[in-house]
């Protein structure tokens, strides 16, 4: 029965671990969710416009706007505020909305919306125009990089935790530009430190599947 106690519990630390992973904390300020937005709109207009007098204007804006701000090429070389030797499922990985999936204010995060529900993690999306490979269809890069953060985080529903060892990605169909999506992961099984998770990708709209992924997580003990 103690046994069981604590399995029970190493689940439910790494669940608030997800938690914490999804939730942006501390928040965004509203002015910092306003930049990030902008920005965002911004590099949709990039990859559509074609009038060189408005390529001019605007990229003369940017320039001024980067000289006025003192913005220079080389500044902080992580957006991490915690030290790198800190408790992993303790960091802070989404403060501010900067996850470079999951984070609301990231210049090119899709914003995947991860949360648990019963024994699988799910994470809803819609990609744009920035993620376009083919036309109309998600470029395949982004598909995986998804599931790297979904199914992966799904293997701390084994109550252990750790880094990507492989990640494999089947294509079955194209995904869509624009349409809902939700990623769901599960965790599999163990075999000594390795954790077996798989996931797949739901177009909303028709249920039908648009990839698979399975993947093994090497837990930190």
Same mark, same amino acid.
């Given at each position: 029965?103690?046994?069981?106690?604590?399995?029970?519990?190493?689940?439910?630390?790494?669940?608030r671990a997800i938690e914490r992973v999804a939730r942006a +904390? =501390?928040?965004?300020?509203?002015?910092? &969710? *306003? !930049?990030?937005? $902008?920005?965002? #709109?911004?590099?949709?207009?990039?990859? /559509?416009?074609?009038?060189?007098?408005?390529?001019?204007?605007?990229?003369?804006?940017?320039?001024?706007?980067?000289?006025?701000?003192?913005?220079?090429?080389?500044?902080?070389?992580?957006?991490?505020? +915690? =030290?790198?030797?800190?408790?992993?499922? &303790? *960091? !802070?990985?989404? $403060?501010?909305? #900067?996850?470079?999936?999951?984070?609301? /204010?990231?210049?090119?995060?899709?914003?995947?919306?991860?949360?648990?529900?019963?024994?699988r993690t799910v994470g809803d999306v819609t990609f744009d125009?920035?993620?376009?490979?083919?036309?109309?269809?998600?470029?395949?890069?982004?598909?995986?990089?998804?599931?790297?953060?979904?199914?992966?985080?799904?293997?701390?529903?084994?109550?252990?935790?750790?880094?990507?060892?492989?990640?494999?990605?089947?294509?079955?169909?194209?995904?869509?530009?624009?349409?809902?999506?939700?990623?769901?992961?599960?965790?599999?099984?163990?075999?000594?430190?390795?954790?077996?998770?798989?996931?797949?990708?739901?177009?909303?709209?028709?249920?039908?599947v648009t990839a698979e992924a399975s993947a093994i997580v090497?837990?930190?003990?």
């Amino acid at each position: 029965m103690a046994d069981v106690s604590i399995r029970s519990e190493a689940v439910a630390q790494q669940i608030r671990a997800i938690e914490r992973v999804a939730r942006a +904390t =501390p928040r965004p300020s509203p002015a910092l &969710e *306003r !930049l990030g937005a $902008a920005m965002r #709109r911004l590099s949709r207009w990039t990859l /559509t416009v074609d009038d060189e007098a408005s390529i001019e204007h605007a990229a003369g804006c940017l320039d001024g706007l980067i000289e006025e701000l003192e913005i220079a090429d080389r500044g902080a070389t992580t957006r991490f505020a +915690t =030290p790198l030797d800190r408790d992993p499922d &303790e *960091r !802070l990985v989404n $403060a501010q909305g #900067r996850h470079p999936l999951l984070g609301s /204010t990231h210049p090119i995060a899709p914003h995947i919306e991860l949360r648990v529900e019963g024994d699988r993690t799910v994470g809803d999306v819609t990609f744009d125009i920035r993620f376009e490979g083919n036309e109309g269809w998600v470029h395949g890069g982004f598909v995986a990089a998804g599931f790297d953060i979904v199914a992966v985080q799904a293997a701390r529903l084994s109550g252990r935790s750790g880094p990507t060892g492989t990640l494999t990605v089947r294509f079955i169909a194209p995904t869509p530009i624009g349409e809902p999506l939700r990623y769901e992961g599960r965790f599999v099984r163990s075999e000594g430190r390795k954790l077996f998770s798989e996931g797949r990708l739901i177009r909303l709209d028709d249920g039908s599947v648009t990839a698979e992924a399975s993947a093994i997580v090497v837990a930190f003990d």
